[in-house]
């Protein structure tokens, strides 16, 4: 257990709806970042906080992505009109400052 | 071409035997991380180099800045060793300021049979 947690572990859903996942890092890690990992690939970075600041977002993340950090801890990454595309694991990791430590991940399918 | 090449993409090996891991990357960096990742997803980070060697128990982590080279090295490999192993660096310079995201290898599976 590395300290970050993420919920749920597994999300299997229908295309066209809706998700939304939650990473709750390590308390005193003011650094938050989200990964995509698909099957066979090392993770991609899609976006980064610094406290409740969104300071970068990878061209990843379309617009049907939108991610939160809204008092400097948890974090909220949705997903709106998912596609069979968006199958994936879905990492979160916590830094101070550049040693990461991943959560578990949220593993979504699509059907 | 990727960013970060790691080679093997899968090694199998008998228990006991030594293992080496490749990294090799393109571009400018200020950091190397080496990372576990098991069935089921998790990550766990196994050593972060700017420089020369480091070792964790039977884990030997070197890198050669110059030429943009990085091996993990597994001494008296065991079954409970086999997992993904992946490479990943901080670009130098990057997007700027404090975000140190990471770009990451494909990974090498490992497989260590009894």
């Known amino acids: 257990d590395t300290g970050v947690s993420q919920d749920p572990r597994h999300k299997i859903t229908k295309r066209g709806q809706n998700v939304t996942f939650r990473c709750d890092p390590i308390?005193?890690?003011?650094?938050l970042y989200w990964y995509r990992q698909t099957l066979g690939q090392g993770p991609e970075f899609l976006t980064y906080?610094?406290?409740?600041?969104?300071?970068?977002k990878s061209r990843l993340l379309s617009d049907r992505f939108s991610a939160e950090r809204p008092k400097g801890s948890f974090s909220t990454l949705e997903i709106q009109r998912t596609e069979q595309g968006d199958s994936a694991m879905y990492l979160c990791?916590?830094?101070?400052?550049?040693?990461?430590?991943f959560g578990p991940g949220t593993r979504l399918t699509v059907l | 071409k990727n960013e970060v090449e790691q080679s093997p993409q899968n090694l199998t090996a008998q228990e006991g035997e030594f293992i080496t891991i490749n990294c090799s990357y393109s571009?400018?960096?200020?950091?190397l991380h080496w990372l576990q990742q098991h069935p089921g997803g998790g990550i766990v980070s196994l050593f972060m180099?700017?420089?020369g060697k480091k070792k964790h128990g039977r884990l030997i982590a070197t890198i050669n800045i110059q030429e943009k080279h990085s091996s993990l090295h597994i001494t008296a490999s065991h079954p409970r060793d086999s997992a993904v192993y992946i490479c990943?660096?901080?670009?130098?310079?990057?997007?700027?300021?404090?975000?140190?995201?990471?770009?990451f290898g494909k990974g090498t599976l490992l497989t260590v049979n009894p």
């Open positions: 990791a916590s830094s101070l400052p550049r040693q990461q430590f």
């Open positions: 308390s005193e890690h003011n650094r």
């Open positions: 906080f610094q406290n409740e600041a969104q300071l970068e």
């Open positions: 571009v400018g960096i200020s950091a």
């Open positions: 180099l700017s420089s």
């Open positions: 990943a660096v901080i670009l130098l310079g990057g997007s700027g300021g404090s975000n140190y995201k990471l770009t």
